[in-house]
């Protein structure tokens, strides 16, 4: 699919080598679609090094991708949401085991099962790993009978209304395809919304997007783009962006990652594509809201969108020091192996509808 969006400036933005502290600043970018009821919102918050990102369909069913590293226990998000108006959790997705992605699904769940309306069902590639955060977090999927469901390439989440699709492109479908490598076998979504299309890869590395590009590559163009790996070069390979082809892109790292995301390599090529960037250690939180025609971007803080401008602001001297990445080193209490590793009971994975607390593979 060919968008061709049209930018059209809405607020002006700040193009130097550093970045303003305001709010309100937005972009719009602008397609062809027939009339489409309601809006898209995809929320990046701003987790320092890590991930999250909520999902708002235009009938309020609610889509949570990670929670952010584990140091934070869940509070940021929890906070963000509940400053959404946001009471329930309708589908909660791990993209992978590392601490710096579901930090706080353990307390989300928790939260919501004690104070709000509940949490839907947990989606899981079924990759686990031998660390305290993710036994705390297959502990609260159990002690809350949720209903976690093991997913791959073809799983599409049921939503309420079709307006929106929500198709699981990776890992593959066959478990037995899958590896131990918690980045590999990551949960990449793509998301399609009238003429409007995204995708987010978790911590998919070069590996995973030369599948993608050789067996998927017409479900992976995308107008907006999460990059892989908080910025890393391990991810974003040339072919990768090649194919995906965004017109927006969408870091989330630490200003100051002790790791360097989003890494050197990974801006210049988005330069070269000249792909509208937005860092959410730059930008805070980015709102990304569309009626499936035009996309409009909003940040927490007014910045330049040039990817070699934000490469200048990222050599540049910071004082947020949230940099910390679980992903990369596992040194820290809460992500060092346990002494046995956990497990996901799959004693009942048949694809029939679900019973909470049961685990099912996606047929």
């Known amino acids: 699919m060919r968008?061709?969006?049209?930018?059209?400036?809405?607020?002006?933005?700040?193009?130097?080598?550093?970045?303003?502290?305001?709010?309100?600043?937005?972009?719009?970018?602008?397609?062809?679609?027939?009339?489409?009821?309601?809006?898209?919102?995809?929320?990046?918050?701003?987790?320092?090094?890590?991930?999250a990102?909520?999902?708002?369909?235009?009938?309020?069913?609610?889509?949570?991708?990670?929670?952010?590293?584990?140091?934070?226990?869940?509070?940021?998000?929890?906070?963000?949401?509940?400053?959404?108006?946001?009471?329930?959790?309708?589908?909660?997705?791990?993209?992978?085991?590392?601490?710096d992605h579901i930090g706080g699904h353990a307390a989300v769940i928790e939260h919501f099962?004690?104070?709000?309306?509940?949490?839907?069902?947990?989606?899981?590639?079924?990759?686990?790993?031998?660390s305290q955060t993710y036994e705390e977090y297959l502990d609260a999927v159990e002690g809350y009978d949720v209903t976690l469901f093991e997913v791959g390439d073809g799983y599409d989440l049921s939503l309420e209304n079709d307006a929106v699709e929500a198709s699981?492109?990776?890992?593959?479908?066959?478990?037995?395809?899958?590896?131990?490598?918690?980045?590999?076998?990551?949960?990449?979504?793509?998301?399609?919304?009238?003429?409007?299309?995204?995708?987010?890869?978790?911590d998919a590395g070069g590996d995973a997007e030369q599948r993608l590009v050789e067996q998927r590559s017409h479900e992976i163009d995308a107008d907006a783009y999460q990059v892989?790996?908080?910025?890393?070069?391990?991810?974003?390979?040339?072919?990768?962006?090649?194919?995906?082809?965004?017109?927006?892109?969408?870091?989330?790292?630490?200003?100051?990652?002790?790791?360097?995301?989003?890494?050197?390599?990974?801006?210049e090529s988005l330069a070269d594509r000249n792909v509208r960037t937005y860092w959410t250690g730059v930008h805070g939180d980015v709102v990304l809201e569309t009626d499936g025609r035009t996309v409009s971007m909003t940040t927490e803080r007014d910045a330049s969108t040039d990817p070699l401008d934000l490469l200048e602001a990222k050599h540049a001297p910071r004082t947020d020091h949230r940099g910390n990445d679980s992903s990369t080193t596992e040194s820290d209490s809460n992500d060092l192996p346990t002494a046995d590793q956990?497990?996901?009971?799959?004693?009942t994975t048949v694809p029939t509808e679900p019973r909470r607390g049961t685990v099912l593979t996606a047929p």
């Open 168 to 202: 699981v492109v990776h890992p593959p479908a066959d478990t037995a395809d899958r590896t131990d490598d918690l980045d590999y076998s990551s949960l990449v979504l793509a998301i399609e919304f009238g003429e409007f299309t995204y995708l987010t890869t978790g």
């Open 228 to 267: 892989g790996h908080h910025g890393s070069s391990s991810s974003s390979t040339e072919p990768f962006l090649d194919a995906v082809d965004p017109q927006v892109a969408i870091v989330s790292s630490a200003a100051d990652s002790q790791y360097g995301h989003p890494h050197d390599e990974v801006l």
């Open 342 to 347: 956990p497990t996901i009971d799959r004693s």
């Open 3 to 51: 968008r061709g969006l049209v930018v059209v400036l809405v607020a002006g933005l700040v193009v130097s080598a550093g970045y303003a502290v305001g709010f309100g600043a937005s972009d719009e970018y602008e397609s062809e679609n027939a009339d489409l009821d309601g809006e898209l919102e995809v929320h990046h918050v701003d987790v320092g090094q890590g991930d």
């Open 113 to 130: 099962e004690e104070h709000g309306d509940g949490v839907g069902a947990v989606y899981d590639t079924g990759v686990v790993h031998t």
């Open 53 to 99: 990102t909520l999902i708002v369909t235009p009938h309020g069913e609610t889509i949570l991708i990670d929670s952010g590293d584990w140091r934070d226990d869940g509070r940021d998000v929890i906070d963000y949401l509940e400053s959404q108006g946001i009471d329930r959790v309708d589908h909660l997705i791990a993209t992978h085991g590392h601490a």
